[in-house]
């Protein structure tokens, strides 16, 4: 039974956080590898849900049948990998049991590598819990094997080379786990396309009707919380389908209904970037432009 707390426990070291858990000190302060299985989560020491300071990767895989993150009957049996990055909640379930491995890793250890200033381009850091990368047995066995690698290096006499063959490991963790993402994408194509279709409908439904007036421009978490999705899983999926992000598709839609009023109907510029939520015409124009180029004046007199 999940235990209930207030509010979700700031953890500010990897250290701190061993100790929550009942496992021994870390073998160094900054990063390292813990075994799931030697993590007790029913202690009542363990609260429901906290915060860290540092990331977190976890493989996981419930030994009592599918784990409740959202894999679904696209997705691979072989368990899958969990991204969070500092900040982000996270919630122990202690009526499910868990093999496979978590690494913890403060930013500090990427400071003064190019890796520190580059983590953010891996968006699946961004992503909720039931957005989690499902793994084939190879792609799998790939990942264990590189984990592993990270393990016998801090298990290993600390020298001149550790921490860059470290880091070099974990860019080679976090490439593949790129590439297996994409992979994902192009398995649940058949399911993307379907939230493609809602996608559609939700920016039909908010132009027609026009919400634009009591809520602006539909944005990006708009779309993403009526999906039950996270934004950047939404922009990346929409990437990899149509080669546009969210934030483009929306753009395209307007663009779409501005063409409509520009040949339909006898509204002004000015009125027309009202109806679709600009408080500025000249963002409406610099917007039309750049997307049609020609400013919407122009494009409506190409029309008569």
Do not use: C, W
Request: glycine share 6%; proline share 4%; aromatic share 12%.
């Amino acid at each position: 039974m999940k235990k209930t707390s207030l509010a979700p426990v700031q953890i500010h070291s990897i250290s701190e956080l061993h100790r929550l858990i009942g496992l021994p000190g870390p073998m160094h302060p900054l990063i390292s590898l813990i075994d799931n299985t030697k993590v007790d989560v029913s202690q009542k020491s363990i609260p429901d849900s906290f915060l860290l300071d540092f990331y977190k990767i976890s493989y996981k895989k419930s030994t009592k049948g599918r784990i409740g993150y959202g894999q679904g009957y696209y997705d691979f049996d072989e368990g899958g990998l969990i991204f969070t990055a500092p900040r982000q909640i996270i919630h122990f379930d202690d009526d499910t049991e868990y093999y496979g491995f978590s690494i913890l890793f403060h930013p500090d250890f990427l400071r003064n590598y190019p890796l520190g200033k580059q983590i953010g381009k891996y968006g699946f850091f961004s992503y909720d819990t039931h957005e989690a990368l499902h793994l084939s047995e190879k792609e799998k066995t790939i990942i264990l094997n590189v984990m592993m690698q990270i393990g016998t290096e801090l298990e290993s006499n600390i020298d001149d080379f550790s921490h860059d063959l470290i880091i070099s490991y974990m860019e080679v963790l976090l490439n593949y786990s790129n590439r297996f993402y994409k992979r994902q994408f192009i398995t649940r194509k058949a399911v993307n396309h379907d939230l493609l279709t809602k996608i559609e409908t939700l920016l039909n439904t908010y132009f027609d009707n026009r919400q634009t007036l009591e809520n602006g421009l539909p944005t990006v978490e708009y779309l993403a919380d009526q999906l039950a999705l996270s934004p950047r899983y939404l922009s990346d999926m929409l990437r990899s389908l149509t080669g546009q992000s969210a934030q483009q598709h929306i753009h395209q839609k307007l663009i779409d209904k501005a063409k409509e009023y520009l040949t339909t109907t006898a509204l002004s510029v000015a009125e027309i970037a009202y109806e679709l939520g600009f408080e500025r015409p000249q963002s409406f124009n610099k917007l039309f432009k750049s997307k049609a180029s020609l400013s919407p004046l122009e494009f409506r007199r190409s029309f008569n």
